[in-house]
């Protein structure tokens, strides 16, 4: 998987741009994500249905994966089964 490839989730609305990419596959709501969206939906897994918000990104604890919402969706990414979590904001130097 390049940076730069954009996914779509096979079901709901998410759809993500890969910054940092691996060997792995990209999940939203339980199902793999691809490059073309699906004709029809498929159910969301409810442990994988706590939602995607727009302009945030999504990392793996390893740090091998980074993924940008560019369109928010029901379904949460996950890697392999794996969760992501919301990558935090560093923390900017204090000016004294």
């Known amino acids: ?23 792995g596959e990209v999940m939203c709501g339980g199902a793999a994500m691809s490059e073309q969206a699906p004709a029809e939906k498929a159910a969301i897994d ?16 390893g740090g091998v994966f980074e993924l940008l919402c560019v369109k928010p969706g029901k379904g949460s990414l996950a890697i392999d089964g794996v969760s992501l979590q919301l990558k935090e904001a560093k923390p900017l130097p204090s000016s004294d």
């Open 1 to 23: 998987m390049k940076p730069g490839t954009k996914l779509k989730s096979a079901v709901c609305d998410t759809e993500v741009m890969v910054i940092r990419g691996g060997d």
């Open 46 to 61: 409810p442990a994988f249905a706590e939602g995607t918000l727009i302009g945030k990104r999504y990392v793996d604890s």
